[in-house]
């Protein structure tokens, strides 16, 4: 239901942006979420945002990445400017999803790889 894309390879002091959009019988998305897991780590919140739109992100991010959406086309974003080697990992969008049966579900991305290279 999620499909997530822009992941890379880019150099330290680089930018990516990534992308997820819902598709299928959602009615809307409430709080959406970008995580990432390094190899040998545990998955970590980077950052998410309200439908409302307010934001929070983890402390090794704030100042480089900005999460926002777009409720219209069901879908959210992560601009990650000054890339560092630290933030390579598989990165993976997160939803809680409204179906339109009303009933209601968390949704991953299955991941896109993001690699910094120094």
């Known amino acids: 239901q999620l499909q997530a894309c822009g992941g890379g390879l880019v150099q330290a002091g680089g930018s990516l942006r990534l992308s997820c959009a819902a598709s299928?019988?959602?009615?809307?998305?409430?709080?959406m979420g970008w995580y990432r897991q390094a190899p040998g780590k545990q998955r970590e919140l980077v950052a998410d945002i309200t439908s409302g739109g307010s934001t929070n992100y983890a402390d090794s991010v704030k100042g480089r990445f900005t999460i926002s959406r777009d409720n219209a086309k069901k879908a959210v974003y992560l601009q990650m400017n000054s890339l560092k080697p630290e933030d390579t990992a598989v990165y993976y969008c997160?939803?809680?999803?409204?179906?339109?049966?009303?009933?209601?579900?968390?949704?991953w991305g299955p991941g896109t790889q993001v690699t910094v290279s120094s």
């Open positions: 997160n939803a809680a999803v409204v179906h339109w049966t009303g009933s209601t579900s968390r949704a």
């Open positions: 299928g019988g959602i009615l809307r998305l409430n709080a």
